[in-house]
């Protein structure tokens, strides 16, 4: 009874952590999409930025919500990650619009990568509730057209974006590893497979090469 107890504590938590950075990390975007479009070089571009921003919030208030129908503070629940988010997104300030829609890019497709391999080993609801909230495809097209139309426009862009491509990513996969062991986001994956440093670099490797095919579809090397 007691085990049965504390595994069911155990998962609770792993989930409750998991939306809470999820949720956390919607917010964080919204705020940060919605500053971003104010530099914006056309009205068009502003609206298309403006939208995906709206599509972050809502995203945050799913997962807002089933925290609270688990009985949890969602604001609570948050504050663990609020700290490192914010690390991560000063130490990643982009310098212009092209960069930050590098940015924006980046984040949210590694981001998705690594939260869909986590829900993995979710209930049947939560991952349908985790694919939910990442199911951007819009905002992900989006996000990839307007790279495309601005490296077609300036070649040069390139170079600049590939090397600022690497570094988001290289952060990105840090600070992903980082929460996850310090929050045990990872912890049924590394109880199925026994060696925590190995599975953890599996996993790092499987997001950098799903990272650079996407930068390779954009004309860039990764």
Known sequence: MGTSSAGNAQYQRLVTDLLGVMAYGELSAFGRLSSD??????????????????????????????????????????????????????????????????????????SSDFYRSVSEFLDADTRELVERILVSE?????????????????PRLASRLALWGRRLVGEALTQAQRVSMEHALLGPLLSSTGDARETVGKLTADLAERHSRRMTGLGLTA
């Open 37 to 110: 479009a104010r530099y914006a070089p056309t009205l068009h571009d502003r609206a298309l930025l403006g939208r995906i921003a709206v599509i972050e919030f809502q995203h945050f208030e799913l997962a807002s919500a089933r925290l609270e129908e688990l009985g949890v503070d969602a604001e609570e629940t948050m504050l663990p990650f609020q700290r490192s988010v914010d690390h991560f997104h000063e130490r990643t300030k982009p310098g212009d619009w092209y960069e930050s829609l590098m940015k924006a890019y980046v984040i949210d497709t590694v």
């Open 138 to 154: 819009e905002s992900t097209a989006v996000l990839r057209e307007l790279l495309q139309h601005a490296l077609a426009e300036d």
